[in-house]
């Protein structure tokens, strides 16, 4: 237990009222359940960008992208370099199709395509996967906490839950995305503090450090390894993730319900346009960190990775920087908490309470119900808080290999759904089942590396859905309005422009400037060989 002081609980202090204050504001506006799902649709671009890129980043790549690279090395970076083809892909496919529906969640889109049932499927899906995601913010915040109190864990994740639950269910997705926008400015000047921190505490200079480093393996992020059990590899980078970051971005409820709360689909593309040009850095410095960190402990063994950067921190014993630090942490544990309770609160009011139970009330009765899911929801992600609290692991990646097992079954059912002439509700469910025991058999009886579990479920959801619709429902006719060919026919036949304020609104056609991420994709790639060869 550290002596934390009564200036870094002030400094505390003032974060959490502040983002209770927040809630209490947006209160007052939400008026409706769409208030409550999409704010009132004027959020400028810009804080929804920052709102997604707190959501994803942060507090897992607070603490754990540093462990992860202190173990593993830079290579790690390939894992998130990823990013601009992913978001080339989403906003240039996926979100034309959400926008332009006027859906609150995307899952309603499977439904017009398919069927109820799909629709039934994967907000299940959905709503399982973010128990376990929801769970790891409770811990991560909870070891924080922990680590500098000497509280219990179990008592911290209730506090924590109780704080994300209360502002998030007063003030809705409005609340969500404005506390996201601070949570993400504090998030790196947390980092930036420990960067600076550690580069005054370093023997060595930051160049003659990184040499060193180089000699021991550490920097080379360009693995070539064809092996398949080896997770950091430039194949698993550039291939495997990909895949896995169009879902992430593409069909994930909890990052679009963002960009439907956007003005216009062009905001809702620069929003997300913004991730893909800083994702690099972001992580790129959080796992400079962990190489740095390394470094300043001769690669000493941690009993638990994930408290490197604290133990770093409270050695430094500067007045204020604590609290700091533990502001950053709790932070960006919120802003994907936050995110995380809105969306499965969306998610089970419309596409289950009101799809099944209650289809003919009012608005302010399915507001009423979104908060009352959210207080639900936040008792029932405690559960998986205190159980992964007992994980030493890295945090960052237990949820990328948690997250990974349900890739392929979305993107199976969305990838099939925009282009895939012939595939049926029966048929594309039979996939998803396949999908999911090719993985468990992989999980059980084969040695390879998770980031390639999006591209086998994805895979074999694809082909065996596409075949299995074949048998038993035999071949369509025509394409559905809700593939990208119908769209293209829907649109010509209405005589509807394919553009608006500069942006095109048809699926599939690709906007000028988003080019400019593959650009960027391939500066990257080239920034980092340049680095590796001069070091």
């Not at 941690?302 to 014993?317: K, Q, S």
Request: proline share 2%; with cysteine; net charge negative.
């Amino acid at each position: 237990m550290l002596e934390f002081g009564l200036l870094n609980w002030t400094i505390v202090g003032f974060y959490i009222l502040g983002s209770l204050v927040l809630g209490v504001y947006f209160n007052r506006r939400v008026k409706t359940a769409e208030h409550y799902y999409l704010g009132d649709r004027t959020t400028p671009w810009w804080a929804i960008g920052l709102s997604v890129m707190a959501t994803y980043v942060g507090s897992l790549s607070f603490l754990g992208g540093p462990a992860w690279a202190y173990t593993e090395g830079f290579a790690v970076i390939f894992i998130h370099i990823n990013y601009p083809i992913a978001i080339f892909i989403v906003i240039s496919v996926f979100l034309p199709f959400f926008y332009n529906s006027g859906i609150a969640t995307i899952y309603e889109y499977l439904e017009r395509r398919f069927g109820s049932l799909s629709r039934a499927v994967m907000s299940a899906i959905f709503l399982f996967g973010n128990i376990a995601y929801s769970g790891i913010m409770l811990y991560t915040t909870a070891l924080v906490i922990e680590f500098i109190t000497g509280m219990d864990v179990v008592t911290a994740i209730w506090i924590v839950s109780a704080i994300a639950v209360t502002y998030t269910m007063l003030g809705g997705i409005s609340a969500v995305i404005w506390t996201d926008v601070i949570q993400s400015v504090v998030l790196l000047i947390g980092a930036i503090i420990v960067l600076v921190l550690l580069l005054d505490a370093l023997p060595l200079s930051l160049w003659q450090t990184l040499g060193e480093l180089k000699t021991a393996g550490k920097t080379d992020p360009f693995n070539m390894s064809t092996d398949p059990s080896k997770v950091s590899t430039i194949w698993t980078g550039i291939v495997a993730m990909s895949i896995y970051h169009v879902v992430v971005y593409g069909v994930n409820q909890m990052m679009v319900q963002r960009t439907l709360a956007a003005k216009s689909l062009g905001d809702a593309k620069k929003a997300y346009t913004l991730m893909g040009y800083t994702a690099f850095f972001i992580f790129s410095l959080f796992f400079l960190l962990g190489l740095l960190l390394n470094a300043y402990y001769q690669d000493a063994h941690f009993e638990n990775g994930n408290t490197i950067m604290l133990e770093f921190v409270a050695l430094a014993d500067i007045p204020g920087v604590m609290g700091l630090i533990t502001v950053a942490i709790v932070a960006a544990a919120m802003s994907s908490l936050d995110s995380s309770l809105n969306s499965m609160a969306t998610v089970t009011t419309i596409d289950f309470y009101q799809q099944y139970f209650k289809p003919d009330e009012t608005s302010s009765h399915y507001l009423r119900a979104s908060r009352i899911f959210t207080v639900v929801w936040g008792l029932l992600i405690v559960g998986p808080a205190i159980i992964f609290a007992g994980s030493d692991g890295s945090v960052l990646e237990i949820l990328s290999k948690l997250g990974s097992f349900f890739v392929g079954a979305k993107l199976s059912m969305y990838f099939l759904g925009f282009y895939s002439k012939h595939t049926t509700e029966r048929g594309l469910l039979v996939g998803v089942a396949c999908g999911f025991a090719t993985l468990w058999y992989v999980e059980y009886h084969m040695t390879i590396a998770w980031p390639w579990y999006c591209a086998i479920g994805g895979a074999v959801s694809l082909v065996v859905g596409w075949v299995s619709s074949i048998a038993l429902d035999g071949f369509q006719e025509d394409f559905h309005p809700y593939t990208v060919q119908g769209q293209k026919r829907l649109f010509e036949e209405n005589g509807w422009d394919t553009k608006n304020d500069g942006w095109y609104v048809l699926p599939g056609k690709v906007d000028a400037s988003s080019y400019g991420l593959l650009v960027f994709f391939v500066a990257c790639l080239a920034t980092l060989y340049l680095i590796q060869y001069l070091l």
